[in-house]
C-alpha cells in the first residue's frame, strides 16, 4: 500500500513514518510513505504557497495552484482512478477504527495536509474525496493527523506486524472493549504485587480475569462505548 503525503513539511512525515514500525514496514516493502513538498510546485516567484483570505481576517490561506499541481503530478504517476484524497481537517467527522479499515482496502492514499488558516475551498472542491479529523482539538497542521491515519492504517496491511504483533488483543479489536492491564517482572514493586490469578497457569481462569479486567475498564472510562456493548 503506499501513502502519497502533499505537505509544506514533509521532513515531519519522513522523519517519522522511517521509524519504528511503520519504517520497519517500509524497508520491507510492505508499505511506501511518499511525501511530496507542495511549495516545489509553486509557480509563483517567490515560490509562495499562501495568500490573504478574501473578506479580510486573520492568518493565510493556501492557494489553489500549487495544491491543484501537487496532486495531478501525484495522479500522473499512479495512473489509476480508484484513489481517495483525504483532507485532514479539525472541520470533519473523526477517525476511527472503522475508517481505517475501510481505507486500507485501497492500493493507494493521498493524504493533504493544510497549514496556517487553511486552503482555498475551491481546490478542496476539486480534488478532496474524504474529510477526516483526528480528534476535537486544534493542530497546528494537518502533518500530525496524516501520520495517525498512516500508523493505524498501516497496521492492518499484510506482512506489517510480526504473528506476535497481531496475535495481541487490543483496545478496539473483537468485542469493542478496552485492553485489559499488563504485567510482567519484578513480581512486587514499590509495594504492588502482579494479581496471582496471572501466575496461577490456568488460563481459562486469566482469560476470564481479563475479559472482566476489559469491562470493567471499558465501563469506567469510556462510558460511550460501554452502552454500546452487550455480554
Ligand atoms: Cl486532521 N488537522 C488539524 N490541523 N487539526 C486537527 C485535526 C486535523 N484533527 C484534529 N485537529
Not at 125 to 139: A, M, N, R
Not at 165 to 177: T, V
Not at 188 to 211: Q, T
Amino acid at each position: 500500500m503506499r501513502f502519497h503525503v502533499m505537505t509544506l513539511f514533509p521532513d515531519m512525515i519522513d522523519t517519522v513514518a522511517g521509524t519504528s514500525i511503520i519504517g520497519r514496514a517500509a524497508e520491507g516493502g510492505f508499505i511506501e510513505v511518499i511525501s511530496y513538498n507542495i511549495r516545489d510546485f509553486s509557480l509563483d516567484r517567490h515560490k509562495s504557497t499562501d495568500d490573504y483570505p478574501y473578506g479580510g481576517g486573520a492568518g493565510m490561506v493556501m492557494s489553489c495552484q500549487p495544491v491543484f499541481d501537487t496532486y495531478e503530478y501525484i495522479m500522473g504517476k499512479i495512473g489509476r482512478a480508484d484513489v481517495p484524497c483525504i483532507y485532514l481537517t479539525p472541520a470533519a467527522k473523526v477517525f476511527n477504527q472503522d475508517k481505517a479499515m475501510s481505507l486500507s482496502s485501497y492500493h493507494d492514499l493521498i493524504l493533504l495536509c493544510g497549514h496556517y488558516e487553511g486552503v482555498d475551498e475551491r481546490v478542496l472542491e476539486e480534488i478532496v474525496t474524504d474529510y477526516v479529523s483526528i480528534g476535537d482539538y486544534v493542530l497546528t497542521g494537518g502533518e500530525l493527523a496524516a501520520l495517525v491515519l498512516i500508523d493505524s492504517i498501516s497496521r492492518m496491511v499484510d506482512g506489517v506486524l510480526t504473528n506476535e504483533e497481531s496475535a495481541m488483543d487490543e483496545s478496539f479489536g473483537e468485542g469493542g472493549l478496552l485492553e485489559y492491564p499488563q504485567y510482567t517482572r519484578p513480581y512486587e514493586w514499590r509495594g504492588r504485587k502482579v494479581p496471582d490469578i496471572l501466575l496461577s497457569g490456568h488460563h481459562a481462569n486469566v482469560d476470564a480475569w481479563r475479559h472482566e479486567k476489559s469491562v470493567e475498564r471499558t465501563r469506567e472510562r469510556r462510558p460511550d462505548l460501554f452502552k454500546g456493548f452487550n455480554r
